[in-house]
């Protein structure tokens, strides 16, 4: 199945029957005398500086022609960032390098890539700001995500903190007693009471 592009070649591409607009007007034939003067106002095979005025000028009936040939599709249509829309390059023209994206880094995902958010301000000038996250760049570094998303999941582990120490009871003091720094310290406990027998 040809493709919308094979399409619109073929239809420029096919010899319609000659309309009345296509056919070429008559031109009346110069005198002798008109044909020596063209000839000699025709400058000599000498290489002509660019013209801007005349490339201009082409170059829009050019685009013009080919949107007569094109039809409606022509308005999808840009100029070749290549040769800018001339159709030629240069013989000594050399492509713009190859460059590849750099797999260390990642779109910023906060600000899309755009490198700025937008405010919530009205006033013109204010209406985006840098983005924090990249600090404008519209980029993040893979490694630095990485060690950022270890170091939010690490946890510190709680220090441990051992029970306080139990009262015991001192036979020879008939008391209660907790461990203290400089001895033993008397603990008062309340009696458990016991249930009683009906």
């Not at 009345?20 to 002509?48: F, T, V």
């Amino acid at each position: 199945m040809p493709t919308k592009y094979e399409e619109l070649v073929q239809e420029v591409t096919e010899p319609d029957e000659p309309t009345p607009e296509d056919e070429p007007e008559p031109q009346p034939e110069p005198k002798p005398d008109e044909d020596a003067e063209e000839e000699e106002e025709e400058p000599a095979s000498e290489p002509q500086a660019f013209d801007v005025k005349l490339f201009e000028r082409e170059q829009k009936r050019h685009e013009k022609e080919l949107g007569r040939a094109f039809g409606e599709s022509f308005a999808d249509m840009t100029a070749c960032d290549t040769c800018g829309g001339v159709g030629f390059t240069p013989s000594d023209f050399t492509p713009p390098p190859e460059v590849k994206p750099d797999p260390t880094l990642v779109r910023c995902a906060d600000c899309n890539g755009w490198g700025d958010r937008e405010t919530p301000s009205l006033k013109e000038g204010y209406l985006f700001v840098p983005c924090t996250t990249c600090n404008g760049t519209g980029y993040r570094d893979k490694d630095a995500l990485e060690a950022q998303r270890l170091a939010d999941s690490y946890r510190v582990p709680e220090a441990y903190a051992p029970p306080p120490p139990q009262p015991t009871w001192n036979p020879v003091t008939q008391q209660w007693e907790a461990p203290g720094p400089n001895g033993p310290i008397p603990v008062y406990v309340a009696p458990v009471p016991t249930p009683s027998a009906t």
